[in-house]
């Protein structure tokens, strides 16, 4: 069954401050799509990164960067040099693509991300 | 951005009493999703639809029912609301398999 994992629960780091999101994901699939969501204080959910299982290259897009390795079945998220506004809510998400049914997006518990002045 | 339209987007009900939760897309996308959000868990699933009258259960689907008669559609019925099912509901809307979801801005249900 598919799975997603975000062990961090709270990170809070200073302004300027680089950090990385953990996403550990599970799938039988070896076709899948993996996502980023942002979810800032004003509640509406939005979307960062598409990334699908057979490309394995790193995404840059300005201060963020994404890490996605089949190895280890993880796919980190990193904020370089940290700014107020990047405080929010952060989910990885999964689907799997199925062509015997359909496919759901499957999300994690977030990171809640705070960064401090 | 998406056509998703939610509604309503705030609701106080009682428990035990029915609930209808709309989600409308303009966007004549195949997927639409719905989601509840509540501190801790993330975003669960909870129905999901792949075409008109085609539904399946997600992660959570106990004390919810779902239908699609036409593609810009979905309904969320709680049969009979209890307390447990106070939450954030999002829609969420995909075109396709491997593609991202769009979200709704979501409906604030509280059951009294």
């Known amino acids: 069954a598919q799975k997603v994992t975000q062990a961090q629960t709270e990170i809070s780091v200073v302004e300027k401050e680089d950090v990385t999101l953990d996403c550990v994901y599970e799938t039988r699939d070896t076709t899948y799509y993996l996502f980023w969501y942002k979810q800032p204080p004003s509640g509406e959910l939005v979307f960062l990164i598409r990334r699908n299982s057979f490309d394995e290259q790193n995404e840059i897009s300005g201060r963020y960067s994404w890490n996605f390795q089949k190895s280890t079945s993880s796919f980190n998220f990193t904020i370089t040099a940290s700014q107020v506004v990047d405080s929010a809510v952060y989910f990885c998400a999964l689907s799997e693509l199925r062509y015997s049914s359909a496919s759901k997006i499957i999300f994690g518990s977030g990171t809640r991300l705070s960064i401090r002045p | 951005d998406a056509g998703i339209t939610q509604s309503p987007r705030h609701k106080v009900t009682e428990t035990g009493t029915p609930v209808t939760l709309r989600c409308h897309q303009t966007e004549n996308h195949r997927y639409m999703y719905w989601y509840r959000q509540d501190p801790g868990h993330g975003l669960r699933l909870i129905h999901y639809?792949?075409?008109?009258?085609?539904?399946d259960k997600g992660e959570v689907s106990d004390g919810y029912s779902v239908s699609r008669s036409k593609t810009e559609d979905f309904l969320l019925t709680l049969e009979s609301a209890t307390s447990s099912q106070t939450s954030v509901y999002f829609c969420?809307?995909?075109?396709?398999?491997?593609?991202?979801?769009?979200f709704g801005q979501g409906t604030r249900l509280t059951v009294v």
């Open positions: 639809s792949y075409g008109v009258k085609d539904t």
């Open positions: 969420a809307i995909s075109d396709s398999e491997h593609t991202e979801a769009f």
